[in-house]
C-alpha cells in the first residue's frame, strides 16, 4: 500500500488548483457541513493499493483513509475520469460520516453529496452510454429533491 498524499495535496496534483477550490466550496456549502469538518476531510489519507481487488476503491471511515485501484492510476483518459469519480465517491463516504452520521452508505445523504459536488450518484460508474447516465443522473437529482428532509 502506497501513500499518495492527503486529501488536499490528492485534489492539487490530480484535479488541479482551480477543480480542488470548487470541490471545498461544494463540501463546506453541504447541508450541516462547516469548515472545521471540511478542513478534516481534507486531512484524510490517500493510498493506491495492491489489494484492492473487486472494487475501484474504498473508504475506511474511521481510520480516515482512502484506498485507490492502482490501474486508476494508468495514463489513459477514460481511467483518468473513473479515477476522479471513485475518489469523490469514497470522499463523499467520508463527509456523509463525519456530517450525518452512520447512515445508510449509498443512501440519500451521500447521493445528495455526490449531487452537490457534481458527480452522478451512481455505486458504479460502468453505466453503458453518456446519454443513458445523464437520464439517469437527471432522474436521480429528481428523486434526491423529492426526498430530502435532513
Ligand atoms: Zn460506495
Redesign the pocket.
Known amino acids: 500500500m502506497q501513500l499518495i498524499g492527503n486529501v488536499n495535496t490528492f485534489m492539487f496534483n490530480h484535479f488541479g488548483a482551480i477543480d480542488r477550490r470548487k470541490y471545498v466550496q461544494q463540501l463546506v456549502t453541504l447541508r450541516n457541513s462547516n469548515e472545521a469538518i471540511v478542513s478534516l476531510l481534507m486531512s484524510i489519507k490517500v493510498y493506491k493499493s495492491n489489494k484492492i481487488k473487486s472494487a475501484l476503491g474504498y ?1 475506511y471511515l474511521k481510520r480516515d483513509e482512502i484506498r485507490l485501484h492502482p490501474g486508476l492510476f494508468d495514463q489513459d483518459d477514460i481511467l483518468y475520469t473513473e479515477l476522479e469519480a471513485t475518489f469523490i ?2 470522499l463523499c ?1 467520508h463527509a456523509v460520516w463525519k456530517i450525518y452520521g452512520n447512515v445508510d ?2 443512501g440519500i445523504e ?1 447521493k445528495y453529496t455526490m449531487w452537490h459536488l457534481g458527480h452522478e450518484p451512481e ?1 458504479t460508474h460502468n453505466a453503458p452510454t453518456r446519454k443513458y447516465r445523464q437520464r439517469k443522473f437527471n432522474r436521480d437529482v429528481e428523486e434526491i429533491l423529492e426526498q430530502l428532509s435532513f
Open positions: 473508504a465517491h469514497e463516504h452508505s449509498h451521500w455505486v
